[in-house]
């Protein structure tokens, strides 16, 4: 969805490589010294590839570096004037992947201020380009010696962040006489991994590429200098080649295709203008192509840590972003199938049907979830494969693109039955098979995550509160698939099945004298009893009943559960509350997302305009770009969302989360199979009026206006009727209420 308020739309558009002084960038966190989202540094990603570095744009080694298949191919990339470090004055992300960097050299010898100036733009896609420009504002030439430092480890993604990487051996460094290239190479469990450095007119010795630099007075001086990755042998195409302008390049030009075909979002609230921008910015960025299908897209979880296909990561992201971009589910599902599982394997978790983990192409996979490039250590997962299909299939995908996932549905519904139901009593468990396996399997992986009223962790097995609801939706959303093929019988099946798990379900895992649902059932069918969020997914999959939504919908908007800001994972009153926890207090924006569509699905929508609009709140405090996760420390407490220090940004779920709930509040439900599609928009009173042009709902695109008084209308989508809740189904043409 590509955001813009007032402004002119030609500017705006004309911001996206390097700002202008438009509103909306500066807002979204592109502006000099604007490092709140990303904790003092700088984060530069797309697809596998991406950058961790200082402020200044410096990388130390330690955690920060160039990562390209999650291995460091770039572990100190230092940049000295006449020897001496750089006084950093800010820097700004122009593109998830392009960054500038502006310091100043130390000060010379008579001169009352430093006179030279030094520009870095860096570009990141399957390896790095940078451009260099220095400028002397002096009134005379200013001779100098730029260096820039360099050097690489290959450290697995893993063992960096572990911190483990000094127990690499060391690269071996290759520099030819009167050469300006510098290479490295080293093999590390599996991979021979290897790096080139291009610096045209550099000497280039084992650790430093230099120059020596004369400066006309208040004239400038420019180089380029290329960092090429290879794996086994084979270099990796160069994405920002030298001497190639930079909106020829084909990560920009992809971009505009992203634009081109996104959503425009028209709105009078900054806040939700910014924070969709960066969203969709962010996602285009971490878009994955498919090798199998480099027409497909797929998205990866996010950075810095997580720079691969995730199955629930991936899934929860893609059925956010129907809205943008149907290509994205599809791209994550067929991948997801192709990497189902086949066989039984203890270490990696592999069993028949189960969609993975993860997927790693580290330097060294014994590192990795299960010691291979693939984990299935996932209760969650395999179920959402079946949702996701089912909402693409109501979004107007092609029939016989989704007919051709069916086996792989069902494939995953077997593996429900088979293997997920470890005990046989109807329920999701999960229990890892070794101790390389996560302890906890679901959304909350953390070794804490899962936890009682008192605070006493759970062990496994586990029946997640969640898990069964997605379980449930599986089953409704085959019921459907086959009935919309003629399938009676199969749809039948399957419409029971989901009927019997929903009875089940409220009435096992109902706390009756508490009010709300138990985190989940443990290894003796006893209830978890915390109050937490994870009841929220519930009702996002509809396996609530009736009467029970309405004390879950009070639960979640609560002063022990919303924060002011978003919903707590815990709630407040529980023995294991920590604001600052990662997964016992803190807030996660993709699992509020879920809940204000879950409060949404049920008509609490006053509970749901409160919470979306303490979120897009949020989001202004991190420059629009929502993390991971942030502290879950009230409103009323601290005035403003406290940051978690270890949060991934950007991530491809709180991306999406705020692309989810627009189009929740919206309330955007397509049913193209059936000719229809529901419009009942409910935005917060605070964002005034919204216009959203071109949201793709099958082969047709849909504008809808809400107004600020709450009236709206529609255009677009002739073959489809819209629906609305107050005035029932139109043939076509405007619908206002």
């Not at 002084?21 to 502006?31: E, F, I, L, Y």
């Not at 695109?701 to 609305?724: E, I, K, Y």
Request: hydrophobic fraction near 45%; include cysteine.
């Amino acid at each position: 969805m590509v955001s813009q308020s007032s402004e002119d739309a030609e500017e705006a558009a004309a911001s996206r490589w390097w700002p202008a002084n438009t509103d909306v960038r500066h807002a979204a966190g592109s502006g000099f010294g604007a490092e709140s989202a990303e904790r003092g540094g700088r984060i530069l990603v797309d697809g596998t590839s991406f950058a961790v570095s200082g402020p200044g744009g410096d990388i130390d080694g330690s955690t920060q570096g160039l990562f390209v298949r999650d291995a460091r191919i770039v572990s100190r990339w230092r940049l000295l004037v006449d020897g001496a470090r750089l006084d950093p004055l800010g820097g700004y992300t122009a593109q998830p992947f392009a960054g500038v960097f502006v310091a100043r050299s130390r000060l010379r010898d008579g001169h009352a201020e430093a006179t030279v100036l030094v520009e870095r733009r860096r570009y990141v896609a399957s390896g790095m380009r940078e451009d260099l420009s220095l400028h002397n504002y002096g009134g005379e030439p200013a001779g100098l010696t730029l260096t820039v430092e360099v050097a690489a480890d290959f450290a697995d993604l893993f063992a960096v962040k572990a911190g483990r990487q000094e127990e690499l051996s060391p690269a071996a460094v290759r520099v030819s006489p009167a050469s300006d290239v510098w290479s490295a190479s080293a093999r590390h469990g599996q991979s021979d991994r290897g790096v080139k450095v291009v610096a045209p007119g550099a000497v280039v010795a084992a650790d430093s590429l230099t120059y020596k630099v004369v400066i006309p007075a208040h004239g400038e001086w420019s180089a380029s200098v290329a960092v090429m990755a290879e794996v086994d042998g084979e270099e990796l195409p160069m994405r920002f080649p030298l001497g190639v302008p930079v909106q020829q390049t084909a990560p920009a030009r992809e971009i505009a295709e992203w634009h081109q075909t996104s959503p425009t979002l028209h709105a009078d609230s900054l806040p939700l203008t910014v924070t969709v921008a960066r969203s969709e910015e962010d996602l285009a960025a971490l878009r994955l192509s498919d090798p199998d299908e480099p027409d497909l897209d797929v998205v990866a979880a996010g950075a810095p840590w997580f720079m691969a296909l995730f199955g629930r990561d991936s899934l929860i992201t893609s059925s956010l972003t129907l809205s943008l971009d149907l290509g994205l589910a599809l791209g994550t599902l067929r991948a997801l199938a192709r990497h189902q599982g086949r066989s039984v394997d203890a270490l990696s978790e592999e069993e028949p049907g189960r969609i993975l983990h993860e997927l790693r192409f580290g330097a060294d996979v014994s590192l990795a979830l299960g010691g291979a490039e693939r984990y299935y250590g996932s209760v969650d997962a395999t179920p959402l494969f079946v949702v996701v299909l089912g909402q693409l299939a109501r979004w107007g995908a092609d029939p016989e693109a989704v007919g051709e996932l069916l086996p792989a549905a069902d494939a995953a519904l077997e593996w429900i039955d088979d293997y997920g139901d470890k005990d046989g009593d109807g329920y999701v468990e999960y229990l890892r098979s070794t101790d390389r396996g996560l302890r906890n399997q679901g959304w909350k992986d953390s070794a804490d995550g899962v936890n009682y009223a008192d605070g006493a962790v759970a062990n496994p097995p586990v029946a997640l509160v969640e898990v069964q609801a997605y379980v449930y939706a599986a089953y409704a959303a085959r019921a459907e698939l086959a009935a919309r093929r003629g399938d009676a019988e199969t749809a039948a099946y399957w419409s029971e099945r989901a009927s019997s798990l929903k009875r089940r379900f409220n009435e096992d895992f109902w706390l009756h004298d508490r009010g709300w649902f138990a985190v989940g059932l443990d290894a003796e069918k006893k209830p978890i009893d915390a109050l937490a969020s994870n009841m929220g997914h519930a009702l996002w999959a509809g396996a609530v009943d009736a009467d029970k939504a309405p004390y879950v919908a009070e639960r979640l908007v609560s002063p022990e559960l919303f924060s002011g800001y978003g919903i707590r994972t815990l709630a407040t009153t529980m023995g294991a509350y920590n604001p600052a926890s990662y997964h016992n207090g803190s807030v996660w924006p993709h699992d509020t997302a879920l809940c204000v569509a879950g409060l949404v699905r049920y008509g609490f929508t006053a509970h749901a305009q409160r919470v979306a609009a303490g979120l897009i709140e949020a989001a202004a405090y991190f420059s629009g770009r929502l993390p991971e996760l942030f502290c879950g420390f009230g409103k009323e407490e601290i005035p403003g969302p406290v940051p978690y220090p270890a949060a991934g940004s950007p991530q491809a779920w709180a991306s999406a989360a705020a692309i989810g709930i627009l189009t929740a509040l919206l309330g955007i439900d397509p049913d193209v199979p059936r000719g229809i599609v529901g419009l009942s928009p409910a935005l917060p009173p605070g964002w005034g009026a919204v216009e959203l042009q071109d949201v793709p709902v099958g082969k047709e695109r849909m504008n809808v206006v809400v107004r600020a008084d709450g009236t709206f209308s529609w255009t677009g989508v002739p073959s489809l009727r819209v629906r609305d809740g107050k005035a029932g189904v139109s043939a076509g043409g405007p619908l206002c209420v």
